[in-house]
């Protein structure tokens, strides 16, 4: 069993004093209305041409001007000088863009938008060549009102909705007046549609998806070859979009300009049985080549006649008609449906000393803030926003010494944060949910949470939260960069060939103190049985935790905690690395070293190696450089495979010393068979009814907890589940230990029998998150999810001595505003081979305090070392520890082990 545990960052997260964290009217002196400012730059020539384009002096004298912006009460017709005045403020952003347009801006200006209000359009002063100095967007008005959205939507008209289609389907129709080029995406309240698409994915964000296989492409004619299926006449697709997998980390996508019908095996290339289809593309100019793999899977979208299935939509751009399958499959008219018809939110191009704060984007094309080029924006500053549903890249920046913080990033087609340039920051930013549509922009470079560009120089990048993306987390830190500090889980969930933080190509730079979890890999569209050479078809995460590509020089990779993954560390190509000092849980292999001549005067020094099963290796060299790889003073656990220590120092030779054994026993493999359907209530529907005649109710303690049933929702998404939150009153929402222990008991009359063998099944999430939680008999303390909202699957075995009504517990240690979802529960009659109980558990802290985990008194713990931990244990910031549950004659009569 792998645990964790955690604190959410945002408890941690200290008031952060950089000079342009507030951008609220009244957060800072120097903007206010009347400001002095004099910029004297000592620099040379070449860069002060680039970097001050278009000023005609450097020493500046200038009285800033503030303008309101409300969709309240707000109007176009009002003067820029009545502007100024909150009582008299423009509506819309359009106006606002005409004020630089029209050159009426001064340095020093600032564009403040209402709170609560909701502005559609965008900015987009990407092509204005101007360079603004000291110009800041923000927010005024009522602070315990929303930050003011700013979207790229428009709303349609609920009266032109009209059924539409065949009987029995949930088509409607609507004519949208103003006829936009495009329509990027649909979302009726709040939930987005997606594209009509054959073969059909009914999911919204799929992790697995649905395709039908080409056999061949020509890279000539840009023609893709597939077997025959269905009843399509030549000429159906043409106007569609056709979605292949072209790489192990990159789909191609292109509009079909031909569709034919090829009788016979006559298909270029394509060996197929009967009849064979050619579809002509065009692609984008972004492909530089025609990639395919022969057998590899594609779909196609953007087809009225597709349109078959609930959470799908069409929009034909000739005559302005969209039409959307709701997932309800009930009408639209009552509803509020928005569409995606703006490329840019706010999009700036010179700039000096500008900042853009305490705004909310959403629903935009390409981009929801774009500051175009790094060699003529110097200093600006990017905080405090949330920016979701953005089809390409929620913030994709270009700075010297900028600062880019606090923000909250979601549900971005390609990119969360992308910060080109020199000495920036990337720091405090939480980033979730990026590049898992396959059909919207993942044609040209792959997604990533936080990309730097290859050819920055020294940025900052630190205390950021990257979690559920396509491809990969943290994205080329270029060189002298330090990326720490960083909470990076579940990366490249669509893609292969990919690591969790990637450094390529530069020299000089250190990855250090991060949490790196799970990193998966997807070859749900690759050909059967081509696997990538990452691969590994025993433990479900298949990619690579810290990869370093390519000539990658001097690359320091210190303290850092790696869980879940093939390679927690591979180096392709990189040499004068020095890896020292992490954490290695849970990892087909700790330390790879891949290429010609890879890892050339690079060390391995003081690392630990936990090995867990499934062919666990701790290190593994493919043409070794001549001058290979050093391995010192590293400590190596293997309770899963014996004699481990003896391998690594014989395979290595005089190349290793001073290597570590764990103190800590071998474990054997265990098998389990169920018995029995599950003994306690199978529907959570019927847990409500508490002590029922049945013996099947659940009970709650303390009694006034509240206890609901709940979704399907966010959360529960496939079905309902069990919704608990602390008691009223329980607990100080500043203290930050968990206060409420919530008691869950199920089916106290439950008759359990002497000599056989019970195993309690829980999957359980928590919104906030849960540092663990504990099941009796037993009292056996688990680790949950160290992500919020994130599934933990628990098992849990035990047997009883004599004939009993036993109560079977559940305990929930629960922080102050949390909620506790239970999604699945079961309790089981089982019996085992070799029954291994779960020992060992790897607790995390992704902060920068100490944390300090309590546990259970019934059994004795320690580390690694055989070190006898008390009734706590600390875990220091931004670190792990590997905790040992000793195998004492206690536990293995309550684990029943044999």
Known sequence: MIGYSRKPLGDHRPEFHHRCQCRESSCSSRRQNVRERHIVVVTPLGFLTTLLWGLASLVILVEGRTFYVSSEI?????????????????????????????????????????????????????????????????AYGNPSLPRPRLTGSILVDSASWQKWGPSGWGIY??????????????????????????????????VTGAYARYDSCNSTTKEIFAPYAGSRLSGYWVGAELVYRSTAYMYTKGRVTSFTVIPGDSAGGATTNGETVAFGLDLSSRVREMRCIRGAGFFLQDHLGELDS?????????????????????????????????????????????????????????????????????????????????????????????????????????????????????????????????????????PQGIGTGMYNRNTTIQFNTVAVTGYMGINFPGGGSVTRFNYVSDTCLILNDC?????????????????????????????????????????????????????????????????????????????????????????RRAVQFGGLWTGYNSTVERNIIYLNPGGTVSFYEREPANEPAQYIRNTICSPYKPNAVQVFNRSLGNRQWGTKDCAIDNKPAWNITYQSKNLITPALTRVLARMSGEGQGWVVIPSNVPLEFNGPNDYCQAQPCLRIVPPPGCCDDEQLRPQANVRLVFNPRLMLEPGTQYLVLLETFSSLQLPFLQLRPGNVLYP?????????????????????????????????????????????????????????????????SKLFVTLPKEFNYSDIYGNILGESVMIGPWSSEIIYTLPTDSLLQQLAIT
Not at 75 to 93: G, I, M, N, V
Not at 186 to 204: E, T, Y
Not at 562 to 574: A, L, Q, R
Not at 816 to 844: C, H, M
């Open 74 to 138: 707000g109007r176009d017709s009002f003067s820029e000088e009545e502007a100024q005045d909150p009582r008299t403020p423009w509506a819309t952003l359009d106006r606002v863009r005409r004020l630089f347009l029209e050159r009426g801006h001064q340095p020093g200006d600032q564009i403040l938008f209402q709170r609560g209000g909701v502005f559609r359009g965008g900015i987009d002063l990407s092509h204005f060549t101007a360079t603004l100095v000291n110009v800041t967007f923000a």
């Open 173 to 206: 129709v609507a004519q949208i007046p103003s006829q936009p080029s495009f329509v990027g995406s649909v979302f009726i309240d709040g939930q987005r549609l997606m594209r009509s698409r054959w073969p059909n994915q009914a999911d919204l964000i799929p």
């Open 310 to 446: 609930p959470g799908e939509y069409f929009y034909d751009s000739t005559f302005g008609n969209l039409y959307v399958w709701n997932w309800d499959s009930q009408s639209p008219v009552r509803k509020t449906v928005e569409i995606t018809v703006t490329s840019t939110g706010i999009g700036l191009f010179r700039n000096i000393d500008c900042t853009i704060s305490n705004l909310s984007l959403d629903k935009y094309q390409h981009y929801g803030v774009r500051v175009v080029t790094s060699t003529s924006a110097l200093r600006l500053v990017v905080s405090n926003l949330v920016v979701e549903d953005v089809n390409g890249f929620c913030i994709d920046c270009s700075s010297w010494f900028g600062v880019c913080s606090n923000n909250v990033v979601r549900q971005c087609g390609h990119t969360g944060i992308s910060m080109q340039g020199s000495n920036n920051f990337v720091q405090w930013n939480n980033i979730s949910e990026v590049g898992l549509l396959r059909g919207e922009h993942l044609d040209s470079a792959p």
């Open 499 to 587: 690591g969790s933080i990637y450094q390529p190509y530069v020299q000089n730079a250190s990855i250090a103190r991060n949490i790196i979890t799970r990193s998966w890999g997807n070859e749900d569209s690759l050909p059967v049985g081509m696997n990538h050479p990452a691969y590994d078809p025993y433990r479900r995460f298949g990619e690579i935790c810290v990869y370093i590509d390519n000539n990658a020089t001097g690359i320091t990779v210190a303290g850092n905690t790696v869980m879940g993954c093939s390679t927690g560390v591979f180096n392709h190509g990189g040499n004068f690395t020095l890896i020292v000092g992490n954490t290695f849980f849970d990892t």
């Open 784 to 848: 949950t999810s160290p992500y919020p909202d994130e599934v933990t699957t628990t098992t849990h075995l035990f047997s009883v001595r004599t004939r009993t009504f036993t109560s079977i517990e559940l305990l929930l240690p629960m922080f102050p505003n949390d909620t506790v979802y239970i999604k699945k529960a079961g309790v089981y009659e089982v019996s085992y081979s070799r029954f291994n109980p779960p020992l060992e558990q790897l607790l995390i802290n992704p902060s920068h």
